[in-house]
């Protein structure tokens, strides 16, 4: 999970007078508060055609919404859903635990059922040793079964696998590291649909390290610094990373627009738009525009990027952690 603080902060106003903002004189202080982001911004049904296609919008793989996500494919699963539009475009990554969770909801019941392998880690000789004379595997398969007290993780997607046929993926630039490996890991079982734009382009796994588990005594300066090791290049069940070197190549190419005035899940908004019509609903072709709240005065703001962005986040192993001091 991941939380952010906010410091106090004095806000100008002002009023938009013919694409130029003119100032009122006024100002306000915002107070500093602790807040969760959660990750799970948009989950909806769309019913066309008689059939009924999911659509998901995830920004984060953090652990607090794993059980929100498993009531989630609970849902699309009584709904009957056979597709699903899963949209990473601003999912930069996060625990593997949550990738794992995803995984066994959105792969074929078959595959879950028989606990085949979703993902494989590839580590360099010393630490695939330990793994061997420790007798760990290095594969992860789909289970329903999560259960990760060192974290709080206790979790089971028993009656959550939807059942699917198909996924579009919606990504783009601010897709990275855990939603690659996803979409990457289930390659080999499910029909992926790509659409959006190439993405981030992190095929690694690592550990996050804090100083105090580093060191057997530990220095005060050091007490709140930690550190994110690579370990690992993930592999999906057909030994591939499909991200690896430089990104998920889309299918079908299309350039994500935030400052266009279309809320996430809306059937118009442009990424989801394609998907759905490759998922067989018609559009009117007369009375549907592009919107856009963009002004000659107004440059595009950057893509936030969460703490999450850019990792893909292992529990440290018992024997691994008992070794590092």
Same mark, same amino acid.
């Given at each position: 999970?991941?939380?952010?603080?906010?410091?106090?902060?004095?806000?100008?106003?002002?009023?938009?007078?013919?694409?130029?903002?003119?100032?009122?004189?006024?100002?306000?202080?915002?107070?500093?508060?602790?807040?969760?982001?959660?990750?799970?911004?948009?989950?909806?049904?769309?019913?066309?055609?008689?059939?009924?296609?999911?659509?998901?919008?995830?920004?984060?793989?953090?652990?607090?919404?794993?059980?929100?996500?498993?009531?989630?494919?609970?849902?699309?699963?009584?709904?009957?859903?056979?597709?699903?539009?899963?949209?990473?475009?601003?999912?930069?990554?996060?625990?593997?635990?949550?990738?794992?969770?995803?995984?066994?909801?959105?792969?074929?019941?078959?595959?879950?059922?028989?606990?085949?392998?979703?993902?494989?880690?590839?580590?360099?000789?010393?630490?695939?040793?330990?793994?061997?004379?420790?007798?760990?595997?290095?594969?992860?398969?789909?289970?329903?079964?999560?259960?990760?007290?060192?974290?709080?993780?206790?979790?089971?997607? +028993?009656? #959550?696998?939807?059942?699917?046929?198909?996924? &579009?993926?919606?990504? %783009?630039?601010? /897709?990275? =590291? *855990?939603?690659?490996?996803?979409?990457?890991?289930?390659?080999?079982?499910?029909?992926?649909?790509?659409?959006?734009?190439?993405?981030?382009?992190?095929?690694?796994?690592?550990?996050?390290?804090?100083?105090?588990?580093?060191?057997?005594?530990?220095?005060?300066?050091?007490?709140?610094?930690?550190?994110?090791?690579?370990?690992?290049?993930?592999?999906?069940?057909?030994?591939?990373?499909?991200?690896?070197?430089?990104?998920?190549?889309?299918?079908?190419?299309?350039?994500?627009?935030?400052?266009?005035?279309?809320?996430?899940?809306?059937?118009?908004?442009?990424?989801? +738009?394609? #998907?759905?019509?490759?998922?067989?609903?018609? &559009?009117?072709?007369? %009375?549907?525009? /592009?919107? =856009? *709240?963009?002004?000659?005065?107004?440059?595009?703001?950057?893509?936030?990027?969460?703490?999450?962005?850019?990792?893909?986040?292992?529990?440290?192993?018992?024997?691994?952690?008992?070794?590092?001091?």
């Amino acid at each position: 999970m991941h939380f952010f603080e906010c410091l106090p902060l004095k806000v100008s106003l002002g009023e938009l007078q013919e694409d130029i903002i003119v100032s009122q004189n006024k100002s306000i202080e915002l107070t500093a508060v602790n807040m969760y982001e959660n990750p799970i911004i948009c989950d909806s049904v769309y019913e066309f055609n008689g059939k009924k296609v999911g659509y998901l919008a995830y920004t984060g793989f953090d652990l607090k919404s794993i059980n929100p996500l498993i009531e989630i494919g609970k849902k699309f699963k009584a709904e009957g859903i056979e597709e699903l539009v899963l949209d990473l475009r601003y999912n930069g990554g996060g625990y593997v635990i949550t990738e794992n969770v995803l995984a066994s909801m959105f792969a074929p019941q078959e595959a879950v059922s028989s606990k085949k392998v979703f993902e494989k880690e590839i580590y360099n000789s010393y630490l695939s040793e330990i793994y061997q004379k420790q007798g760990e595997s290095l594969e992860t398969r789909f289970t329903t079964e999560f259960n990760y007290p060192e974290v709080e993780v206790n979790a089971s997607t +028993k009656d #959550a696998n939807i059942g699917l046929k198909k996924i &579009y993926g919606l990504i %783009g630039s601010g /897709s990275a =590291s *855990a939603s690659e490996a996803l979409l990457g890991g289930l390659m080999p079982y499910t029909n992926v649909r790509l659409i959006g734009t190439q993405t981030h382009g992190k095929y690694c796994t690592g550990w996050m390290l804090s100083a105090e588990e580093m060191y057997e005594k530990c220095p005060q300066e050091l007490k709140n610094w930690g550190i994110y090791v690579m370990v690992s290049i993930y592999q999906n069940a057909d030994g591939k990373t499909p991200c690896m070197p430089d990104g998920l190549i889309p299918d079908i190419q299309i350039e994500d627009d935030p400052i266009q005035a279309y809320q996430i899940g809306d059937v118009n908004e442009p990424l989801l +738009k394609q #998907a759905l019509t490759e998922a067989e609903r018609s &559009y009117e072709t007369d %009375g549907v525009h /592009s919107r =856009s *709240a963009a002004s000659p005065h107004f440059k595009a703001l950057p893509p936030v990027k969460t703490p999450l962005f850019g990792k893909r986040i292992q529990l440290i192993p018992s024997f691994v952690s008992s070794h590092s001091k």
